[in-house]
């Protein structure tokens, strides 16, 4: 499972996060949780949970940061940040791409002589960008919100063997909110977080070029609302009370469903320590 800031972002449809397409500049910090921790994460975590946390630095002034790097195959890509704050107020802004055209030489072992043939049709092209903003508040008070939004396109090159050009082509979107509010007291920790995912996914194929035409044109659209509340009440040195409650609404739409589909699941916890 992947999460962005504490909520799971795997697909609805298939249940799993395209790790090539995450730019790690778009984060202050990604760590991994190995094992199977169900219990911290729920469900679909068999294989381990990627946590992708932005956080605030609490410095004053105005920090920039740009960086770009070229490799082989013709692959470029390029990261741009700003921070911008003080003790009570920071935010950043972040710009990530790449162009990868993955025109690599292989040796076909599938065709007759295994040739050495070039990889062609295999062009990759991201762009994303995330903001956050972090408050500090009288009182213990903090908010805090991001916005993440994403697109790329990725040509799907023919396979090993075949003689015949591929012309499939996958096209992904993302944006991605939240929003959090967190109040810590004497004795007591509060919170309230929702968020609001939407994706999307169109895949095409056609048989030549020119063809306006397409012989397959696949749509794939998906949502989630995701809320949850919090509470800690430290009444002395050796108790410990937790309370909290969450809803989760998902919606597909896939032309290969006949309606769409949702579902929506809420929990209520307590514990004692």
Do not use: C
Request: glycine share 12%.
């Amino acid at each position: 499972q992947v999460q962005w800031n504490g909520f799971p972002m795997n697909s609805l449809t298939t249940g799993m996060t395209d790790l090539s397409s995450i730019r790690s500049g778009l984060f202050e910090r990604m760590s991994m949780v190995a094992g199977a921790p169900g219990s911290l994460y729920g469900s679909g975590t068999a294989g381990g949970t990627l946590n992708l946390v932005n956080e605030p630095q609490w410095k004053d002034g105005l920090r920039t940061a740009i960086s770009l790097s070229r490799g082989s195959f013709h692959s470029l890509s390029g990261d741009a940040e700003i921070k911008a704050g003080n003790g009570r107020i920071q935010y950043t802004g972040r710009l990530s791409g790449e162009d990868d055209l993955n025109d690599f030489l292989f040796y076909d072992d599938m065709k007759s002589g295994r040739p050495l043939v070039k990889n062609s049709h295999n062009r990759y092209i991201l762009a994303g960008t995330s903001h956050s903003l972090f408050l500090r508040l009288r009182n213990g008070h903090q908010i805090q919100a991001g916005i993440w939004a994403q697109k790329s396109s990725r040509e799907i090159p023919s396979i090993m063997g075949s003689y015949t050009p591929s012309f499939q082509q996958q096209q992904d979107s993302s944006l991605r909110m939240y929003i959090a509010w967190k109040k810590q007291g004497i004795k007591t920790v509060t919170g309230i977080r929702t968020a609001w995912f939407t994706e999307g996914m169109r895949f095409t194929d056609k048989t030549g070029p020119d063809r306006t035409g397409y012989t397959i044109d696949s749509h794939i659209r998906s949502g989630s609302s995701m809320t949850d509340a919090y509470m800690q009440w430290f009444p002395g040195k050796h108790w410990n009370f937790d309370f909290g409650s969450s809803f989760i609404l998902d919606q597909a739409t896939v032309d290969a469903y006949n309606q769409p589909v949702s579902e929506a699941r809420g929990t209520l916890s307590a514990g004692i320590k």
